[in-house]
């Protein structure tokens, strides 16, 4: 045996529940679909006042929708290569931090909105928004274990900086950075599966039959 | 650290768990420590014990009730899945304790 470090022993069901991708391939899913929608919706005439309400609706709706998509598939896909573990109900913290990010990113946005600001802050927000999801990519990267998520935190904090320099107009750069961090949380996500489904076969899988 | 308590953090190696102290069973432990169950597949995926060595140990981890095993079915297929029972997190918290107070007592 191996020797191991109890502090990393003891964070492997968050490794174990992201490592085969799933979350990645729906995370980016669920940004692609947001990213286009707010580019859609862009395009209607007064787009914050109609598209608020629905947008909000479209948010909270996607979170439950993934959350269960992703048990359905981890079901069918994960737990009969690797096992079947669920999570204790107080170890869920960086979950609740996650979320936490994502309604202070959410909020930031409301607040420039609401409160009318100046044109220049709206065009700084994807940057502002990218380090933000960036930073949460990274934290998961190194907590986890898992690279893919820092290539993910690498797009969000490039494409935030790309759109500030380029001075997009708001919010057509929000909806674009969204869909490049969907696009490269998809391209990860599959990624991770093909490598996990290539190391963990079904059991039987790849023996001599007899 | 004085001598004192050094001395005293020092003594506790005789008391550690040596049910726990065992490489592959503090492995399974802390496992199962921040999970509500798992599965015997999970155990051994993780662990990456063989079937056999997983086995035993589990059983001498049942048999002290630091672990509850419960066998099903899902489906057609059979389940074995097991937990940390609450005398078994207290015996992992403790164990953990006192080596971490013996790693600080090494000079």
Same mark, same amino acid.
């Given at each position: 045996?191996?020797? $191991?470090?109890l502090n990393q022993v003891l964070r492997r069901p968050g490794r174990h529940?992201?490592?085969?991708?799933l979350p990645l391939l729906s995370m980016g899913t669920f940004w692609l679909?947001?990213?286009v929608a707010t580019l859609l919706m862009d395009s209607l005439e007064g787009y914050w006042k109609v598209a608020s309400v629905p947008l909000t609706l479209f948010i909270t709706g996607g979170g439950f929708a993934l959350n269960y998509i992703v048990k359905r598939l981890k079901q069918s896909i994960t737990e009969p290569r690797a096992? $079947?573990?669920r999570l204790r109900q107080d170890v869920k913290w960086p979950a609740a931090l996650g979320a936490l990010v994502a309604a202070f990113a959410i909020a930031s946005v409301v607040v420039v909105v609401k409160a009318g600001l100046q044109c220049e802050v709206q065009r700084a927000l994807p940057g502002g928004i990218g380090l933000l999801i960036a930073a949460a990519f990274f934290y998961c990267s190194r907590h986890y274990g898992i690279p893919s998520y820092s290539a993910v935190g690498l797009c969000a904090m490039l494409s935030g900086l790309v759109l500030t320099v380029l001075r997009a107009r708001f919010p057509v750069s929000l909806g674009w950075m969204f869909v490049l961090i969907g696009v490269a949380s998809i391209l990860c996500g599959i990624g991770d599966l093909t490598r996990f489904l290539r190391e963990n076969p079904l059991p039987g899988e790849g023996e001599p039959a007899q | 650290m004085s001598d004192a308590a050094r001395n005293g953090a020092l003594g506790q190696i005789g008391t550690l768990d040596r049910l726990i102290h065992e490489p592959a069973r503090?492995?399974?432990?802390?496992?199962?420590?921040?999970?509500e169950e798992a599965d015997f597949l999970y155990l051994l995926t993780q662990s990456e014990l063989s079937k056999g060595n997983l086995s035993s140990h589990l059983a001498k981890l049942e048999e002290s009730g630091y672990v509850s095993i419960e066998k099903r079915f899902k489906g057609k297929l059979p389940q074995t899945l097991c937990r940390l029972t609450d005398r078994g997190r207290e015996a992992f918290?403790?164990?953990?304790?006192?080596?971490?107070?013996?790693a600080k007592a090494l000079p």
């Open positions: 045996m191996n020797p $191991v470090n529940w992201n490592i085969d991708g679909l947001l990213g096992g $079947v573990m | 503090l492995l399974i432990c802390a496992l199962l420590y921040p999970l918290e403790s164990y953990r304790k006192s080596l971490k107070a013996l």
